[in-house]
């Protein structure tokens, strides 16, 4: 996982921050933008078999919570800042200002059997992985 800055260029007309696909760990198939969510309340809280998810705070400020299975981690997002999420990490934002605005790039198309919506299946997979290493 690892959190950026997007790059910045601006002059008299505004601001561009551009985001070259290439650079990413994959090739995005879709996104989705979360918006118009209350203060204070969590989006996500699953995992992904497959998906890898690049997380972009347009406005706001959004804490992401991330947990691999023995550890869990907290970064907050504000604007123009992305984090990458891998495959089989559990994560949830929280949506701290009531005015944030979360664009969502993904490595798949979406299919719903590649959630895992279970946190006690997902410590499961876990853990039977790492007694497989």
């Given at each position: 996982?690892?959190?950026?800055?997007?790059e910045?260029?601006?002059?008299?007309?505004?601001?561009?921050?551009?985001?070259?696909?290439?650079?990413?760990?994959?090739?995005?198939?879709?996104?989705?933008?979360?918006?118009?969510?209350?203060?204070?309340?969590?989006?996500?809280?699953?995992?992904?078999?497959?998906?890898?998810?690049?997380?972009?705070?347009?406005?706001?400020?959004?804490?992401?919570?991330?947990?691999?299975?023995?550890?869990?981690?907290?970064?907050?997002?504000?604007?123009?800042?992305?984090?990458?999420?891998?495959s089989?990490?559990?994560?949830?934002?929280?949506?701290?200002t009531?005015?944030?605005?979360?664009?969502?790039?993904?490595?798949?198309?979406?299919?719903?059997?590649?959630?895992?919506?279970?946190?006690?299946?997902?410590?499961?997979?876990?853990?039977?992985?790492?007694?497989?290493?």
């Amino acid at each position: 996982m690892y959190k950026q800055t997007l790059e910045k260029f601006d002059d008299s007309r505004g601001c561009l921050y551009p985001l070259e696909f290439e650079k990413l760990p994959f090739y995005p198939k879709r996104f989705f933008i979360i918006s118009d969510v209350p203060q204070g309340e969590k989006r996500g809280g699953h995992a992904h078999y497959h998906t890898e998810q690049y997380l972009i705070c347009l406005k706001g400020k959004i804490e992401v919570s991330l947990h691999d299975g023995e550890v869990e981690s907290f970064i907050i997002l504000e604007p123009m800042q992305g984090l990458l999420v891998p495959s089989l990490v559990w994560d949830s934002q929280s949506f701290l200002t009531g005015e944030d605005i979360l664009l969502v790039l993904a490595s798949t198309s979406y299919n719903r059997e590649d959630y895992i919506e279970s946190f006690s299946v997902f410590k499961a997979l876990n853990e039977n992985f790492i007694n497989r290493s």
